[in-house]
């Protein structure tokens, strides 16, 4: 089952926050972060690690709440480059594979 | 590093068609990943292997194989394609799982449209 995000999409002006919510139905072992431009390949962005390690962007921030299977990218003060679908890659215990979500496209205007 | 190759980078085929997309890194990752990306479903893995000679399937496997010979190539082949398989194509690779660092790197993408 793929896991859920929200919101689907959002408009920001520029200097605004953002929070883009994932959901998965399983247990989880990390959290993976990706962002594509459109038009192009998804950009990693960052890993939420059991634990509360985390590796990855100096400018946008994530949580990972284990037990309620959900994790949040928190973007903070938005810039324009920050436009574009995001995704979130939930691994689960003893799974090799890494499946993503529907995405948030973000768009920020000026 | 020349970093995820992939070809061709648009193809358009006739329904009932076959071909194989090509898929090559050349950063030794033992994990690599084929998904399709459509409008609204986000990416939907089709097919994985975590090294030479092992596959497996993804969430959306019918109608395509795989296989991994080599460490560096990770073809996608359409047995028959059909219209329901115009999408854009896209292969990762990552470092084993089990790495703290475990980022996927993907390719440009195939755009495959059949009629």
């Known amino acids: 089952q793929q896991p859920v995000q929200s919101p689907q999409a959002v408009i920001l002006r520029e200097g605004e926050d953002a929070v883009i919510n994932c959901s998965s139905s399983k247990a989880l072992y990390s959290v993976h972060w990706y962002r594509q431009k459109h038009g192009e390949a998804p950009v990693f962005l960052m890993i939420?690690?059991?634990?509360?390690e985390q590796k990855g962007h100096e400018k946008i921030s994530a949580s990972f709440n284990e037990k309620k299977q959900q994790s949040s990218l928190y973007l903070t003060a938005s810039q324009l480059s920050y436009s574009g679908t995001y995704f979130c890659?939930?691994?689960?215990?003893?799974?090799?594979?890494?499946?993503f979500g529907t995405g948030t496209r973000l768009t920020i205007i000026p | 590093n020349a970093g995820v190759t992939q070809t061709p980078k648009f193809q358009v085929l006739k329904t009932g068609q076959s071909m194989t997309l090509q898929c090559a890194q050349d950063?030794?990752?033992?994990?690599m990943s084929w998904y399709r990306q459509d409008p609204g479903m986000g990416l939907r893995l089709i097919h994985y292997?975590?090294?030479?000679?092992?596959?497996d399937q993804g969430e959306v496997p019918n109608g395509y194989n795989v296989s991994r010979s080599t460490t560096e190539d990770f073809p996608l082949r359409l047995l028959s394609a059909a219209p329901s398989q115009t999408s854009v194509y896209f292969c990762?690779?990552?470092?084993?799982?089990?790495?703290?660092?475990?980022?996927?790197?993907f390719g440009p993408g195939t755009r495959l449209t059949v009629t």
């Open positions: 950063m030794n990752h033992e994990y």
């Open positions: 890659g939930p691994r689960d215990f003893g799974n090799e594979k890494l499946t």
């Open positions: 990762a690779s990552s470092r084993e799982p089990g790495h703290t660092t475990y980022e996927q790197y």
């Open positions: 939420l690690l059991k634990g509360g």
């Open positions: 292997s975590v090294g030479a000679g092992i596959t």
